[in-house]
């Protein structure tokens, strides 16, 4: 990826780490002014590359259990993993539009004006405007977005709907922007200082308007750490970075106030996390088809969740220190093709698909009631105390091509993620009252039955995945290797390839999994140690480590990239990266 220089990118690391606190003083600023009781005004005007940026950051997904019966009225067990997606978002001071994602070799540069003089020629979007926090239509903005992004309907790669979705939402941002400025009175034709705004070609537009210029004049870069089409949420957390970011730019949701980890990271309230998880779930829609949504939430709210269609989805509480360890098979997942192949397997044998779900729905039960956490009533706390009203329809027999059901009808209130010590996402134990050697020894104690029933579960659902016929080869071999250290692993997402997880004992010995990595690392397979169920969605009151290690490659001795020439209308070509 090209390291931008001075007109409105990133510029060196250097001169970004020097203002890294930027952010925060920022953010801060703008708070105490909403708060105040003032407007919330954009802080886009202040995002140049001298004041550090806005960096935002979602978490990656695992079904831990219940694929493929969800898609027949099932219960599905979801969690955040702490492999994250990373945005940064920075002001273009040279009228375009910049979109990098290195990870999926995209480097793509627009013409802020071929923005503005199409909006301008749409007037549906200053009509058709939801006067709530719902989506835009997908209807109305999908064409103009195909059409500014230079994608067709035919386009069907990852790389080209990742941009769809892009396009997608900032038009979505301008159109939202647009109409609650016109709605407080700040759409009257003028400039914020009350002069006559500039016009083009005799028309008057406020979109030439300077404050509207430098909102939709961006310069976003997109860091993965997990990899994309394997099954772990990477384009859910794209969405919900992409939306978050923006709408913060936009105004349209206020600076974050809650704490979110122990960095002074923070994220937003029930309310506006609310409003990114709907602007996500219709951008991911984009990417994957009919998406049930589910991706979005947790990859919004974090933690770890119980979902079955038509009931609200019961936010759970996991126990302190439970581990997980994935491992990727590197055998790219068909979504489509497994699921044909239950679908097949439920005509031929309707009896025994019927059990074998059956069954899958009752572990994944158990393991609900393993992980949530009881209120003083004795009742299961759902989303955190909060109401929920998500209710998605399970797709019908010809809808299966995904494995989440399709969300229909009204829109979904608040997933709040549960909240211990005052953080989201926080894995306080559900054990209490109980101190000194006595409760290390109750907590070990519990820990180990934890891991014996959820280990023999994984062992179990595993097996009524291979008898759907999704299991593969590859994820034999890595089930054979783990299975040796008393460790059983399942698929997880659709099979037939994709990643297995599988949970892990506290107290292992950093050698025993050394020992299993350096294995799977002789068979070609990448292993993580994500941490499960942590916070969702946050703004970083500095520059993360993965944009602050891509720097110190391109400031490298040895360089094949070269920057495009400022005055330059071409995109940027995509970069390919070694593997």
Request: charged share 20%; net charge neutral; hydrophobic share 35%.
């Amino acid at each position: 990826m090209v390291a931008p220089g001075r007109n409105g990118v990133e510029d060196s690391p250097s001169a970004s780490s020097s203002s890294s606190h930027m952010v925060t003083n920022h953010v801060s600023s703008s708070l105490a002014a909403s708060t105040a009781g003032g407007p919330t005004s954009s802080p886009l005007r202040s995002l140049s590359s001298a004041s550090g940026g806005l960096y935002v950051s979602a978490p990656g997904k695992i079904i831990l259990f219940g694929e493929h019966a969800v898609v027949y009225g099932r219960t599905a067990i979801a969690g955040s993993i702490d492999l994250r997606t990373y945005v940064s978002l920075f002001t273009s001071a040279d009228g375009r539009i910049y979109l990098s994602l290195p990870d999926l070799c995209v480097e793509k540069t627009w013409m802020l004006k071929d923005l503005l003089k199409t909006i301008a020629l749409n007037p549906d979007l200053s009509t058709d405007v939801p006067n709530d926090d719902s989506p835009p239509s997908l209807e109305l903005i999908v064409p103009i977005a195909r059409k500014l992004s230079g994608s067709s309907e035919d386009s069907s790669g990852v790389q080209h709907l990742a941009i769809l979705a892009f396009w997608y939402l900032l038009i979505g941002v301008v159109q939202r922007k647009r109409f609650r400025d016109q709605q407080n009175g700040d759409g009257d034709g003028t400039t914020t200082d009350g002069s006559d705004p500039p016009t083009n070609n005799g028309n008057t537009s406020q979109l030439e308007d300077p404050i509207t210029k430098d909102l939709l004049a961006v310069k976003v870069t997109v860091r993965f750490k997990l990899p994309p089409c394997v099954g772990l949420g990477s384009s859910g957390a794209f969405c919900v970075c992409i939306t978050t970011a923006l709408l913060q730019t936009a105004g349209l949701i206020p600076p974050p106030s809650i704490p979110a980890d122990e960095e002074g990271s923070l994220t937003w309230d029930d309310a506006h996390l609310d409003m990114i998880r709907k602007w996500s779930a219709a951008a991911e829609s984009l990417i994957h088809g009919r998406a049930s949504g589910l991706d979005a939430a947790v990859c919004t709210y974090g933690g770890v969740a119980s979902y079955k269609p038509g009931r609200p989805i019961e936010n759970l509480r996991n126990i302190p220190n439970l581990k997980v360890i994935l491992v990727n098979s590197k055998v790219e997942r068909n979504t489509t093709r497994m699921v044909q192949t239950v679908k097949e397997r439920m005509k031929r044998s309707p009896f025994i698909v019927e059990n074998i779900l059956n069954t899958i729905d009752s572990i994944s039960q158990e393991v609900a009631s393993i992980l949530q956490k009881a209120d003083e009533n004795g009742g299961v706390v759902e989303n955190g105390g909060r109401s929920a009203t998500l209710t998605p329809a399970f797709m019908t027999e010809m809808d299966h091509t995904n494995l989440q059901p399709v969300s229909v009808g009204g829109r979904s209130s608040s997933l709040s993620s549960y909240v211990a010590g005052g953080k989201r996402g926080s894995t306080a134990s559900a054990l209490s009252g109980i101190s000194g050697g006595d409760a290390r020894s109750s907590e070990r104690n519990e820990f180990n039955e934890t891991f014996a029933h959820l280990n023999d579960l994984c062992r179990m659902n595993n097996s009524m995945l291979v008898a759907l016929g999704v299991g593969h080869p590859k994820v034999d071999q890595i089930c054979t290797l783990l299975a040796r250290y008393g460790i059983h692993p399942k698929m997880t997402g659709a099979g037939g390839g994709g990643s297995v997880f599988a949970f892990l004992k506290p107290d292992t010995p950093s050698t025993i999994i050394g020992m299993i990595k350096d294995e799977l690392a002789k068979l070609e397979y990448d292993m993580w140690q994500p941490q499960l169920g942590g916070p969702g969605v946050m703004l970083h009151p500095n520059k993360p480590e993965v944009f602050i290690a891509a720097d110190r490659i391109h400031a490298g001795p040895v360089s094949s990239r070269s920057t495009t020439p400022a005055g330059s209308h071409q995109s940027t070509p995509a970069v390919r990266h070694k593997k």
